[in-house]
Antibody
Framework: QVQLVESGGGVVQPGRSLRLSCVASGFTFRNYGMHWVRQAPGRGLEWVAIIWYDGSKKYYGDSVKGRFTISRDNSKNTLYLQMNSLRAEDTAVYSC?????????????WGQGTLVTVSS | DIQMTQSPSSVSASVGDRVTITCRASQGINNWLAWYQQKPGKAPNLLIFAASNLQSGLPLRFSGSGSATEFSLTISSLQPEDFATYYCQQAHSFPLTFGGGTKVEIK
C-alpha cells in the first residue's frame, strides 16, 4: 500500500535552516508529482509547494517563495523540502502528499507529517 | 492568488442529518476543486476531486457539486465517523489554496 513517511522536523532557531525528507513506498514514485502541505497548530491547511514527477517544474506558496526549495531523488524514492531563513510563523506540521493521476488534480495520499518548531 | 472562502466555519448536526458545506472561489476555477476530510491528529483524506468525482472506496453519502466560483459538499445522512473538519482546495492555478475549513460537530 502507499506509504509516505516524513522526517527531519524538530526545534530550530529563527533564521536557521532545516531539511525535511519524505520517503515513499507502495507506488512508482517517479511517475507522480508530489506536494508539501503544512498545518500550524490549531489552524487550517496551507499549501507549500509542488514538484513535477520528473522535477522539471516547481511551484511555491507565497509565504515560502524564495526561502524554501522542493526537490526529489527518484532513485531513492525521496522528496525533500529545504527550508531556509525560518521564521516563527513557519512553525507547523509539514506533510508530504502525492498528486493524483492526470484528471484528479488533488492530493490522494498523505503522510502523517513531521513537526517543525521555530523558536529561540 | 485565488482566495477560497468556506461557509459555515462550523456546523452542529445530528446523526442522520443532511449537511451542506459551501466553498466560494474569488475567481472562476472551472471544476478544479477538491474536498478533504480531516480528523483530529490525522492526515487529510481526499473525498472529492474535480468538483463532483467521489474518490474510490468512499461512501455514496458524500457528493460534490458546482462549477466556476460556487461549490458545495453534501453529506446526505451524517454518520458518527463523519464528524471532522472539511477543507476545499482549488487546483486551477498556482499557488494552490485551501479554504479555511468547516468543522462538523455533534449536536
Amino acid at each position: 500500500q502507499v506509504q509516505l513517511v516524513e522526517s527531519g522536523g524538530g526545534v530550530v532557531q529563527p533564521g536557521r535552516s532545516l531539511r525535511l525528507s519524505c520517503v515513499a513506498s507502495g507506488f512508482t514514485f517517479r511517475n507522480y508529482g508530489m506536494h508539501w502541505v503544512r498545518q500550524a497548530p490549531g489552524r487550517g491547511l496551507e499549501w507549500v509547494a509542488i514538484i513535477w514527477y520528473d522535477g522539471s517544474k516547481k511551484y511555491y506558496g507565497d509565504s515560502v517563495k524564495g526561502r524554501f526549495t522542493i526537490s526529489r531523488d527518484n532513485s531513492k524514492n525521496t522528496l525533500y523540502l529545504q527550508m531556509n531563513s525560518l521564521r516563527a510563523e513557519d512553525t507547523a506540521v509539514y506533510s508530504c502528499a502525492r498528486e493524483g493521476v492526470e484528471g484528479v488534480a488533488a492530493a490522494d495520499y498523505w503522510g502523517q507529517g513531521t513537526l517543525v518548531t521555530v523558536s529561540s | 492568488d485565488i482566495q477560497m472562502t468556506q461557509s459555515p466555519s462550523s456546523v452542529s448536526a445530528s446523526v442522520g442529518d443532511r449537511v451542506t458545506i459551501t466553498c466560494r472561489a474569488s475567481q472562476g476555477i472551472n471544476n478544479w476543486l477538491a474536498w478533504y476530510q480531516q480528523k483530529p491528529g490525522k492526515a487529510p483524506n481526499l473525498l472529492i476531486f474535480a468538483a463532483s468525482n467521489l474518490q474510490s472506496g468512499l461512501p455514496l453519502r458524500f457528493s460534490g457539486s458546482g462549477s466556476a466560483t460556487e461549490f458545495s459538499l453534501t453529506i446526505s445522512s451524517l454518520q458518527p465517523e463523519d464528524f471532522a473538519t472539511y477543507y476545499c482546495q482549488q487546483a486551477h492555478s498556482f499557488p494552490l489554496t485551501f479554504g479555511g475549513g468547516t468543522k462538523v460537530e455533534i449536536k
